[in-house]
């Protein structure tokens, strides 16, 4: 048995600290995939509203849309629409996206007090 004036720095690690470890390995690892898919999304939009406004600037009445991997000939206001359909798309996954991320940082605070809480120095939970 250890005692608590012992030179050692081991400290036991039981079931609910491992799961909280875990835990917070997962939800990291989430965030990561977050910012990513935020980013897709922030560039899809600018995208979005780069194609919207050579649109503005054209004066034809049929343009070139495309579709999967081809491109059809699709009258100028139907395209406009559709690019403010999926605009609009991406802008409710993109609010989302960010609302997961900020959940998930909550979560990732809660848990770093827990374990920083016991660990002490003995945990690194920071990114370097």
Known sequence: MQQSGASGSEMEVTWEDQQNINKFGRLNNRLHELEDEIKIAKESNENFEDASNE??????????????????????????????????????????????????????????????????????????
Do not use: C, W
């Open 55 to 128: 649109l503005i600037l054209t004066d034809e009445e049929m343009v070139r849309f495309q579709i999967g991997e081809v491109f059809a000939h699709v009258p100028k206001d139907e395209v406009e629409n559709r690019i403010e359909q999926m605009k609009e798309v991406t802008e409710k996954n993109l609010e989302k996206l960010i609302e997961e991320k900020e959940s998930i940082l909550s979560q990732m605070a809660e848990l770093k007090k827990i374990l920083y809480g016991k660990f002490k120095d003995s945990i690194n939970l920071e990114e370097d």
